[in-house]
């Protein structure tokens, strides 16, 4: 018994009539007779009255119609299930971000993503750039939103997906927080609290080149993973810092930004996209293309 047997048999059943139910599959009336007599000798039960005049359901025959539809029924639904997952449109998406970018560009993808694939489960993860590589190299993560240039990037590609600002925190105790915007240059004499090098190589590589830019090398007296950390930091009075403009959505006492710039133009880092060219999570392709189309935008 297969389908297509189970097709022409709801055929008749819903037409009552062979002659019918053949110009409705597009077949010759006699073949569509033989396989209805087929299939009955393999259920063991007659399933339809006929005579000259008209073609009835038995009892077992509205039994097995109940069931011949549900059958059909589930099949199509599971080539639709498998049509959409083949598409990126069903499963799970793993997606690691530095924590900057949760506080804009992620909420940003993720309700365009929404849109087009609701039915993907996420698994967000918020580390830096080096633990986010980690996670690619071992398949636990899909993408990560990432602050390039990466170092030994190996065989990952990373796509560009936008530029941000960098602000200026300060104690609020500090001469400079009465101003809203200062120049780079000025801040040579500065103590800075920063962030390692080795968990985000992109991102201190883009402060170190500003700073050498404007004439001078910062002077880092403490570092901090986290960018919550380095803020409260600068709230303690240890330092100025360099921070993603994103980072003003969070509220840190005694701490002051301000606009900064190198030569009148603002300092920005870019984020960006990257991911194994060898996953072939139909679900990551689906959202490389979803980033791409909404950064054209």
Do not use: W
């Not at 199509?76 to 804009?104: C, D, W």
């Not at 750039?129 to 990466?150: E, F, H, R």
């Amino acid at each position: 018994m297969d389908l297509r047997q189970l097709r022409q048999f709801v055929a008749v059943a819903e037409e009552r009539s062979f002659r019918r139910a053949a110009e409705r599959l597009h077949v010759s009336q006699p073949p569509l007779s033989v396989a209805v007599q087929r299939l009955e000798a393999e259920v063991g039960a007659t399933l339809l009255d006929r005579t000259r005049h008209h073609v009835r359901l038995t009892v077992a025959g509205e039994a097995f119609l109940r069931e011949a539809r549900r059958t059909l029924a589930h099949a199509q639904l599971s080539v639709e299930i498998a049509q959409r997952a083949a598409a990126g449109k069903l499963g799970t998406l793993r997606l690691s971000f530095v924590p900057s970018a949760a506080l804009g560009v992620v909420p940003q993808l993720l309700r365009a993503f929404r849109e087009d694939y609701p039915d993907v489960k996420l698994v967000l993860t918020g580390d830096t750039t080096s633990q986010q590589m980690a996670a690619l190299l071992n398949g636990s993560t899909d993408v990560g939103i990432v602050v390039p240039p990466l170092h030994d990037a190996g065989d990952f590609r990373v796509q560009p997906y936008c530029e941000q600002e960098l602000m200026l925190a300060v104690p609020d105790t500090h001469p400079l927080a009465h101003q809203q915007r200062v120049q780079l240059r000025d801040l040579a004499s500065e103590n800075f609290v920063g962030f390692p090098f080795k968990e985000g190589p992109g991102f201190e590589s883009v402060v170190m080149a500003a700073c050498q830019d404007c004439g001078f090398i910062p002077n880092f007296v403490q570092v901090a993973a986290q960018m919550q950390t380095i803020l409260a930091l600068v709230g303690a009075g240890l330092g100025v810092a360099l921070v993603p403009q994103a980072m003003q959505a969070v509220q840190t006492a005694h701490v002051h930004y301000l606009q900064v710039r190198r030569r009148h133009v603002p300092v920005k880092y870019q984020l960006g996209l990257a991911f194994r060219p060898s996953n072939n999570n139909p679900a990551l392709a689906a959202f490389i293309s979803m980033a791409h189309r909404l950064r054209r935008r």
